[in-house]
């Protein structure tokens, strides 16, 4: 890859690191509304609740994702898969910008979670 395309990709990802910290603010300011009295509404707002919090972890966890990428291109491992050290395919960076497996490293994985 090259210097260019990596400064185009951090963009990219500082970009949606950014929108993706809004909509966490925006769903932990929904979490912390107060609750209803009526407990018919309240039962409705603890389950509005499970999926905004659900919706969170999401959006956390793809941060911690988007912080890792960035780590990876300051140091300049950006784009080599963190369990083979091979190089991951760039039709995978494209479709999954901060993907630290290579597609058989992935899908190495996911037999693995499947069998568990
Ligand atoms: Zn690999």
Known sequence: MTAAS???LRAELNQ???ELTARLSRISANLRRGYEAD???RAKQLEDN????????????EIAKISAALNRLDRGEFGICIEC???????????YPYAD?????????ERRRARE
Do not use: T, Y
Not at 50 to 61: F, K, T, W, Y
Not at 101 to 109: N, R, V
């Open 101 to 109: 497996e290579c597609i058989e490293c992935a899908e190495f994985d």
């Open 16 to 18: 949606k690191k950014e």
């Open 39 to 41: 407990s018919k509404e």
């Open 50 to 61: 499970e999926v905004v919090d659900a919706l969170g972890n999401e959006a956390r966890s």
């Open 85 to 95: 050290g091979l190089p991951i395919k760039e039709g995978r960076l494209k479709a």
């Open 6 to 8: 990596h400064e185009a």
